[in-house]
């Protein structure tokens, strides 16, 4: 079985920073892309970033310049830097994962973590 484990959520001050972290563990052999999501209130999921194998990073115009991904390969574990929080930022973030859970890496499989509330107060 294949988890993702996310973490760092809580409650902030406008203009704070926050640290998500999401930890992969299981049959994992590779990866093709990790990226954040996340979902506020009466609204649709949104693509905060995304990484891939190949190095490639995109972000919603939304957070640029504020937030940061970044991925340990040794360690599975992607994370999301959360600076110069905004009320507008308050969300369940959420962790997606594509990987690779067989040796050859034929296919990748796509997994979600369980998501964790962040909340930016004004």
Known sequence: QVQLVESGGGLVQAGGSLRLSCAAS???FGFNAMTWYRQAPGKQ???VALITSGGSINYADSVKGRFTISFDNAKITVYLQMNSLKPEDTAVYYCNADLYTDLVMTQPYDFWGQGTQVTVSS
């Open 45 to 47: 999921r949104e693509l």
């Open 26 to 28: 299981g049959s994992i």
